[in-house]
């Protein structure tokens, strides 16, 4: 078998460009605004994470540069490599509908509002991963983003847009 046909040559070409995207993306966080005496940059979080995924992108590189080099029948990085083709995949068919319900979530996020929007988009997901039980849908997909809202919104006083379900903030306003 060519070693460009297994997992680990694929898992090679993967960690490379998730490593330049990850070096990109901690990049970026250098030119938060600074905020003077406070012990928490607003860039710490976004670092610390960029860091913690590189950690594992070179272990994933590391990994696949010994299964290439060995190329042990044993090992399951050396076995054929799946395909990508969207047509063969349903798992690539089913990320990439995610990746589009995502960008649906961003369009919809500001007339729907952030309950309604994210209510929908829940319950398309909870049903694409294989949950059928429309009332633990319902329940999941409403009362999650709500109950998320009340937090940011009266705990947290952080003000996300209800769309066409401002009334409801009224309603609280009014409690």
Do not use: H
Not at 64 to 74: H, Q, R
Not at 127 to 149: E, F, H, T, Y
Not at 154 to 163: A, D, E, R
């Amino acid at each position: 078998m060519k070693k460009t046909q297994t997992k680990a040559f694929a898992n090679l070409v993967a960690s490379v460009i998730l490593l330049v995207f990850e070096i990109w993306a901690y990049v970026q966080t250098l030119g938060f605004k600074v905020v003077k005496k406070a012990a928490v940059q607003p860039a710490t979080f976004p670092q610390v994470m960029c860091i913690g995924m590189m950690v594992f992108t070179i272990i994933l590189l590391i990994q696949s540069l010994i299964s290439l080099k060995k190329m042990d029948p044993d090992d399951p990085n050396t076995q054929p490599a799946a395909s990508i083709n969207v047509l063969k995949n349903k798992g690539v068919q089913a990320g990439l509908f995610v990746i589009v319900l995502c960008i649906l979530y961003v369009a919809l996020f500001k007339t729907l509002g952030y309950v309604l929007a994210s209510a929908i988009i829940a319950a398309v997901i909870m049903w694409l991963i294989g949950k059928r039980d429309i009332r633990q849908i319902l329940l999941v997909s409403v009362l999650v983003p709500l109950a998320m809202w009340l937090v940011f919104y009266k705990l947290l006083t952080v003000n996300i847009p209800m769309g066409i379900l401002e009334p409801l903030k009224d309603l609280i306003d009014m409690i």
